[in-house]
């Protein structure tokens, strides 16, 4: 034994001899050519020339070296990031040991790496409105910019939408291993989304433009060809940046992909669900599980919470319109997210199912038991969207107004939701329950999703109550109803209370397209209930375009908002200036306003479905101009409380009474938006004096709210 020790020992020292005699290839600018010599040897072939050679190594240094020669870097980090670097050449020094060389794992230092070895060193300085050359150093802003930017997404995204690990994801992309490719595709979706709320000078308007476009199609690109938790997550946080720059295809296209992808990953369903392990045997097809478990609980949270959000943007995408969802309910069984507080200190817990429409009453029940002291603002958030996804589902079934059955089934209903809304908002614990806390001292710490779960709330109320109070089309069974009225109103005056704190207390930045959405929805109210109820325009509606407007300057989608809302009030005030000495009344102008809406979305939803010939007579429907850009403004603002929803064929209900359509009123051919045939729904938009005692919301329940 002693000497095989002795010939171990001989043999390790002979290998120190040569390792001190036989330097590796330095990296300095005196053995430049011979490192970049030795350097072939080792990582590339013997036909490999000198410039591939640098640029294998140029890639790994590219972003950093070439950032740090054209000193593009503050002289010192942000400290307020819990795992930021302490210094700049420190920054420098982690962030470029952490890509892998493509041949080998040579590194070193970038104050090593001098301007002469040429290696992406040198400054371009575009002609003003040419297109930007398209490098690997422009792939990303500096290194303290995006740092930034990652500190502003915690600052003003993280706070409405959170789903990443704050100090998890500051090791993953700043600390000391190497960055992964999908590390850096994150980096890409958090640029993209957050450069909106960054006023750094070297953010040019053509800078931004490029980093965007760039971000953009990096995680597009990497989403498409990847199947994973990190390409989901960048292409989640890629959505809230389409989703909050407009409502049109871009955000639809990127949400298909998303919500398709997280039920392929498994991310729709607990592990232990019954889908995935049924507790008796049964000839069910199972769902693969085919991600890893989860490290810790930060991870098994993360992916529940990136679940939840992609759930949250799809509700929010379709309850204006009148699609489906694309998460459907049968495909979730996933238990609530836990508290903030909980989640960032890696602590397991339980909370409890969530609880859809899918489900029947006992599963239902036994799904609500659990742990609700774990739940936590988000939480709650969740379970008032699912409450207003039923609202959407129900309001999307059309009902035959003329048939006292269809009447009575649809008011069952109805009361049956309303119940389910007072109940919910009833059982809330105290600490998210009382929306009293936003007039109180210490108000500031409130949580942006504590305001979010009231904000929707007020949307649910909304969005079920308005198809009562302000119906489109009306018979002798199906009148609007007065307490339906006074219940939209009251939303509304919560929601300004709500806008009101938010201002005050600047919290507006924090939040996102979804609370703008709500302020939307408020001041659309405000219009119809003016046009019917109230007879008069409420000057509230003035406070809930300047909160749009204020939020415009980070989501487009905000601004347009505002810009549709302020040219309808700039048209009614117009209106009311002119006329042949007399001015006509707000209600009748809103009312033509919504008249105009209502009969384009009748034309546009009669077309026929199987080509020219169907169903007859509505096959010459199609108005004979193409609609005014106001009449599509109009659409827009009032199709949101176009309910009921008729049969297709409805409006030549047999037994319809006043208010509804006969044969005779159906537009023909040579119908227009501008002189509409079908004047009886004039009744049904303008007329709303009700008698509020024979009110049929609340006929057999007395004054109960």
């Not at 490999?48 to 950093?64: P, R, V």
């Not at 903030?340 to 339980?350: L, P, R």
Request: one cysteine or more; aromatic letters at 10%.
């Amino acid at each position: 034994m002693e000497l095989r020790l002795d010939k171990m020992e001989e043999i390790l020292r002979k290998h120190s001899e040569l390792l001190q005699t036989s330097p590796l290839p330095s990296l300095r600018p005196e053995n430049s050519e011979s490192g970049a010599h030795a350097g072939r040897q080792n990582l590339a072939s013997d036909h490999d020339t000198q410039s591939e050679a640098s640029n294998n190594l140029g890639s790994s240094k590219l972003y950093q070296a070439s950032h740090m020669n054209n000193n593009l870097f503050y002289n010192s980090h942000p400290s307020n990031g819990p795992s930021g670097p302490a210094s700049t050449e420190q920054a420098h020094n982690e962030y470029q040991g952490r890509t892998p060389l493509p041949g080998g794992s040579i590194s070193g230092p970038v104050s090593d790496l001098p301007a002469q070895q040429g290696i992406a060193m040198s400054t371009v300085t575009p002609t003003p409105g040419a297109p930007l050359p398209s490098t690997d150093a422009d792939d990303l802003p500096p290194y303290n910019l995006v740092y930034n930017l990652v500190d502003l997404y915690f600052k003003h995204i993280n706070t409405w939408c959170p789903i990443l690990h704050r100090r998890t994801t500051l090791d993953n992309l700043f600390g000391i291993s190497d960055l992964q490719e999908a590390d850096r595709i994150l980096l890409h979706a958090i640029v993209a989304t957050t450069m909106r709320f960054s006023s750094d000078p070297r953010l040019t308007e053509e800078r931004r433009q490029h980093y965007h476009r760039v971000s953009k199609q990096k995680v597009l690109l990497y989403g498409m060809e990847n199947s994973s938790v990190k390409s989901l997550l960048a292409l989640l946080i890629l959505a809230l940046d389409l989703c909050g720059s407009s409502n049109g295809p871009p955000g639809w296209n990127i949400m298909a992909l998303i919500t398709r992808s997280v039920v392929q990953l498994g991310l729709a369903v607990e592990t232990n669900s019954f889908s995935v392990a049924p507790h008796y045997t049964s000839i069910y097809t199972l769902r693969a599980m085919i991600l890893p478990e989860p490290k810790d609980f930060i991870e098994e949270e993360s992916r529940r919470r990136i679940f939840w959000m992609i759930y949250l943007l799809d509700r929010y995408a379709t309850i204006a319109t009148a699609f489906e969802f694309a998460l459907a309910d049968t495909e979730i069984d996933r238990m609530l997210p836990c508290r903030d507080d909980m989640w960032m200190e890696n602590q397991k817990v339980e909370t409890r199912w969530f609880v859809t429409s899918a489900q029947n009453v006992d599963e239902s029940h036994q799904q609500t038991l659990g742990r609700p002291e774990n739940l936590g603002a988000f939480a709650y958030y969740i379970e008032i969207l699912g409450i207003l996804s039923k609202i959407h589902k129900f309001l999307k079934r059309p009902v035959d107004i003329g048939k006292l059955t269809d009447v009575e089934k649809w008011q069952l209903q109805y009361k049956e939701l309303d119940k389910e809304l007072t109940s919910w908002n009833f059982a809330l614990p105290g600490e998210f329950g009382n929306m009293g806390k936003v007039f109180q001292p210490g108000s500031r710490n409130l949580n942006c999703n504590w305001i979010m779960l009231h904000a929707t709330y007020h949307t649910a109320v909304i969005r079920l109550h308005s198809s009562a109070a302000y119906p489109t089309t009306r018979s002798a069974i199906f009148t609007p109803s007065f307490s339906a009225a006074q219940r939209c109103h009251g939303a509304v005056e919560n929601i300004s209370a709500l806008g009101d704190f938010v201002v005050n207390n600047g919290f507006l930045p924090k939040l996102g397209p979804p609370f703008a959405f709500t302020i939307w929805v408020a001041a659309r109210v405000l219009l119809v209930h003016g046009s019917t109820v109230e007879h008069k325009l409420s000057p509230q509606i003035s406070f809930f375009v300047d909160i749009l407007r204020e939020m415009g300057r980070y989501w487009p989608v905000a601004a347009g908002y505002s810009g549709l809302l302020q040219r309808v009030l700039d048209e009614h005030r117009d209106s009311e200036r002119q006329g042949n000495g007399v001015t006509p009344s707000s209600v009748k102008i809103l009312a033509d306003m919504r008249r105009t809406a209502f009969d384009l979305d009748f034309l546009i939803s009669r077309q026929p479905r199987n080509g020219p010939q169907s169903h007859g007579h509505l096959g010459g429907m199609t108005p004979a101009k193409t609609p005014a850009q106001n009449e599509l403004e109009y659409l827009d603002v009032f199709n949101f409380f176009n309910v009921p929803r008729l049969p297709f064929g409805g409006e030549n209900l047999s037994g319809a009474t006043e208010g509804l359509m006969s044969n005779s009123d159906i537009p023909t051919g040579n119908a227009s938006l501008d002189h509409p045939q079908y004047q009886p729904n004039e009744f049904n938009i303008t007329n709303f004096m009700i008698d509020a005692n024979s009110d049929w919301l609340f006929k057999n329940e007395g004054p109960t709210f």
